[in-house]
């Protein structure tokens, strides 16, 4: 499904990332791997058959993702798919939120996504083709108590998508807005507080990194050739609560 095409993914070494990049291995992609967590890219790359290339970079920061692209453009000149899954949850009452927090959640959930769709998306013009996938999370489409910051920054997600859609056409700019996903950004809550979260959910379970994997590859795929602009809920019916 996706074979020979060169993708970019980002937070990689765990989650949805982690998921999203073994998913894209099995369908013959060629990986570019993105994470902090060096260690944890260099074991992933020993499980997958593609052809991967791994890259210890701090998103957050403009002058890495540069450089990385800098890197990158030695090994291939084309990039068909990028996946903006980086991110990071902290959960506080906003009136108890600090400066810090609230820049951090927005340099790694927002500004990241933004300065990587930059340099891929001009990597992606000059073929006229391409799919970025930024992610966001259905608390940036529907907020949530206590999560005001980070909502704030998965809502701009919606925002950067449905904006870059427009001007990059015909490369095609989506999102996708899980629910609570297992994975460790949950692992602070505790289980009466996941369980009380399933209560919420229609569907009556968390979801897996594969489901929301599948999510991805469906909009980084020809089977959504004349999909963009959209913003993918795959929350177990919760938003529609």
């Known amino acids: 499904m996706l074979k020979e095409k060169w993708a970019i993914v980002t937070g990689a070494s765990s989650g949805i990332?982690?998921?999203?990049?073994?998913?894209?291995s099995q369908n013959g992609a060629k990986l570019i791997l993105i994470a902090r967590d060096e260690s944890r890219l260099k074991a992933l790359k020993e499980e997958l058959e593609s052809e991967t290339h791994i890259f210890s970079v701090d998103?957050?920061?403009?002058?890495?993702?540069?450089?990385c692209f800098l890197k990158i453009r030695k090994i291939t000149k084309n990039i068909d798919i990028l996946v903006n899954n980086a991110g990071i949850l902290k959960s506080s009452m906003f009136i108890m939120t600090n400066q810090s927090s609230i820049e951090e959640l927005f340099r790694i959930n927002t500004f990241s996504q933004m300065y990587m769709a930059q340099f891929?998306?001009?990597?992606?013009?000059?073929?006229?083709?391409?799919?970025?996938?930024?992610i966001s999370s259905i608390m940036g489409v529907s907020g949530s108590s206590a999560h005001a910051a980070y909502s704030a920054s998965k809502a701009a997600i919606v925002g950067f998508t449905k904006s870059l859609a427009k001007e990059l056409a015909?490369?095609?700019v989506n999102a996708v807005?899980?629910?609570v996903v297992m994975t460790p950004l949950i692992d602070s809550l505790t289980l009466d507080e996941?369980?009380?979260?399933v209560k919420?959910?229609?569907l009556k379970r968390l979801a897996s990194p594969k489901e929301i994997a599948m999510s991805i590859m469906f909009l980084a795929s020809e089977m959504s050739s004349y999909v963009t602009a959209s913003v993918l809920e795959v929350d177990g019916g919760l938003c529609s609560i």
Request: no cysteine; net charge positive.
């Open 17 to 24: 990332g982690l998921a999203t990049a073994k998913l894209f």
């Open 59 to 67: 998103v957050s920061r403009y002058d890495e993702i540069k450089e």
């Open 120 to 134: 891929a998306s001009k990597m992606m013009i000059k073929k006229k083709r391409g799919s970025i996938i930024n």
């Open 170 to 172: 015909p490369i095609r």
């Open 177 to 179: 807005a899980p629910g």
């Open 194 to 197: 996941k369980e009380e979260l």
């Open 200 to 202: 919420k959910i229609p």
